[in-house]
């Protein structure tokens, strides 16, 4: 590790600290309706869209119909996007004239894009046309993050008010956070990108002739406008194969820095937007704490495991250590621009959230340094995780902790004056119960079938199981990251892919409504000497605590198998 790299992973989270409050703050107004600076632009344009639509924005609904909108906007996105790329060799804007993706490939990106997964079984630039890119996948990148901040805001008013039947309208939310949220900031930030260099353009690729005499095609296209809501959107689909890794989407320090800070941006705020609204600033910054503190041990070990470099390497006598004249450190799969330091960030950041975008292949990274991805997105990326998402991931477990306190009291749970009942109880578990179920499950069937799951795997044992269990756990955290290894573009990937990013999206979000509705219908009530603050540091060491068990008895038995032997060989030196 070095000076520099400490220093920039310090100055990341100063920077998201500040930004928490004050966006915060204005997101708060947003979805109360109040004025802000923007509002004489588009509360006209909102008025009009809820009148084409035929949206009262007055009339809220209860968890069921919010649920169910939710759910029917979903679907006819998800069939608008499937037609869309089935048809893209007789649409416009395909200056490339590339063919229609085959039905299992359609099913796995449109399923992928509407649960804000954004997998991708495909290389963009040699699949998607233009129109695909700007018309499907960027508004479904839109569309998808607004709808998770939709829900977590259904889940925090459930929590503020007191007798109600109604969690807001989910139209007016999602309408709201496009128009006064993400789009505002998604056109600066898309003007930033090409003033550092992101393409933005309809053009068709270009050709060039390389100093040997050879021809190369350089993809380009509308880059920018997709790559700045791929980030703040916390999506991550790229328009490249690379990703971030790929110098038209990442191309200097200063957007590997922006893009790092817009994905954790909105979530972090939304902690205090929950604060706010539940009447108590430090409830949010308890959260804020507890998702913090899980960030900061994950980058701890990613950083200084691919600083060290790798063992086998030292054996020989290579020198891997930082200096002048070399970066030091495991840097197989890096950029040199990057360097550890902002590779290690990066995979923390993107993992922690549901966003998936990355700048270094997790599959080069050492065993252990590589499992951290992993269980970040097994804990249910609820480390400020994605829009939304990460808040009400974390805010179910939360009502587990405050379960398991009362229990050690011997009195009825609460949380924010709400009693935690069966209920809530059942419900919250059940959405934390079915990622484990999609990932194990899924992975199991798949490491059983050598002819239609496992040729696609480029490494055998534990890496290769590792592959396996990485691809079903980013599927079902609707996270979309991958090792690399796996070569996934076969109908059982395809298919069983989209199923588990079904599964992980919309069966976590069932149960999370109901909590939401029926906190909403409870009376608040006021603390007593026997209540549990859940504002201090002793709530925030016991939701950790209860995090980190659920996980680990969940998930550890399948760790073990991959990276865990993996780095015991690699110490013993009979991987290389």
């Not at 998201?16 to 509002?39: C, D, H, Q």
């Not at 996007?81 to 007789?90: E, H």
């Not at 608040?524 to 950790?544: E, M, R, W």
């Amino acid at each position: 590790m070095t000076f520099n790299g400490i220093f920039q992973i310090a100055v990341f989270c100063i920077v998201i600290v500040a930004l928490t409050r004050p966006l915060g703050g204005y997101m708060v107004r947003v979805f109360k309706g109040e004025k802000t600076l923007l509002s004489p632009i588009f509360r006209p344009v909102e008025g009009i869209l809820y009148k084409l639509a035929g949206v009262d924005p007055d009339a809220e609904q209860d968890w069921l119909v919010y649920g169910a909108a939710m759910l029917l906007f979903s679907l006819a996105g998800a069939l608008s996007l499937y037609g869309l790329m089935r048809f893209q060799d007789v649409l416009p804007l395909n200056p490339q004239g590339l063919a229609a993706l085959t039905p299992d490939l359609s099913l796995n990106t449109a399923i992928s894009f509407v649960t804000n997964t954004n997998w991708q079984s495909y290389s963009g630039e040699s699949t998607m046309s233009y129109l695909t890119q700007m018309l499907g996948l960027t508004v479904h990148n839109f569309v998808s993050a607004a709808t998770g901040v939709a829900l977590a805001m259904a889940l925090i008013r459930g929590f503020a008010r007191r007798s109600s039947r109604t969690i807001g309208n989910f139209w007016v939310d999602m309408t709201r956070c496009t128009l006064y949220l993400l789009l505002p900031i998604a056109f600066v930030y898309a003007l930033v990108l090409v003033w550092q260099g992101v393409p933005q353009t309809l053009g068709a690729y270009v050709d060039a002739t390389t100093l040997e005499g050879a021809k190369q095609t350089i993809a380009i296209g509308p880059v920018a406008s997709q790559e700045a809501i791929k980030m703040l959107g916390t999506n991550g689909g790229g328009f490249f194969n690379a990703n971030s890794a790929h110098p038209f989407e990442n191309p200097s320090a200063l957007t590997n820095f922006l893009q790092m800070v817009s994905i954790f941006s909105i979530g972090a705020a939304l902690t205090n937007v929950f604060g706010r609204m539940v009447g108590a600033e430090r409830q949010g910054w308890a959260i804020f704490g507890v998702m913090g503190l899980l960030f900061l041990a994950g980058v701890a070990v990613i950083y200084p495991i691919e600083a060290g470099g790798n063992p086998n390497f030292t054996a020989l006598g290579i020198d891997q250590h930082a200096s002048l004249l070399q970066a030091g450190g495991n840097m197989e799969g890096k950029e040199v621009r990057f360097g550890i330091a902002n590779s290690a960030l990066f995979a923390t950041v993107t993992t922690d959230a549901s966003c998936g975008a990355v700048n270094a292949m997790h599959d080069s990274f050492m065993p252990l340094a590589g499992m951290i991805p992993m269980i970040n997105i097994q804990l249910g990326e609820i480390i400020f995780g994605g829009v939304g998402s990460g808040l009400y991931g974390m805010l179910l477990f939360a009502i587990v902790a405050v379960f398991v306190a009362g229990l050690m009291v011997g009195r009825t749970p609460e949380y924010l004056g709400k009693k935690i009942e069966a209920r809530e109880v059942k419900m919250a578990m059940l959405a934390i119960l079915i990622l484990p179920l999609s990932i194990l499950g899924f992975s199991a069937v798949a490491s059983v079938l050598p002819d239609t799951a496992l040729v696609g795997l480029n490494n055998a044992g534990p890496h290769g199981f590792s592959e396996v269990l990485y691809a079903y756990t980013s599927a079902t955290g609707n996270n979309g990251s991958a090792f690399a290894g796996l070569s996934a573009n076969t109908i059982f990937w395809n298919v069983t892919l989209a199923i588990a990013m079904f599964v992980g999206r919309f069966l976590f979000i069932v149960p999370m409504l109901a909590v939401a509705g029926s906190l909403g219908a409870k009376k608040i009530v006021p603390p007593s000497a026997g209540t549990f603050p859940t504002d201090g540091p002793l709530f925030v060491g016991l939701l950790i605590g209860v995090i980190l068990i659920v996980g680990g008895l969940t998930f550890f038995p399948a760790l073990a198998l991959g990276p865990v032997v993996e780095h015991l060989a690699l110490s013993a030196g009979s991987l290389f």
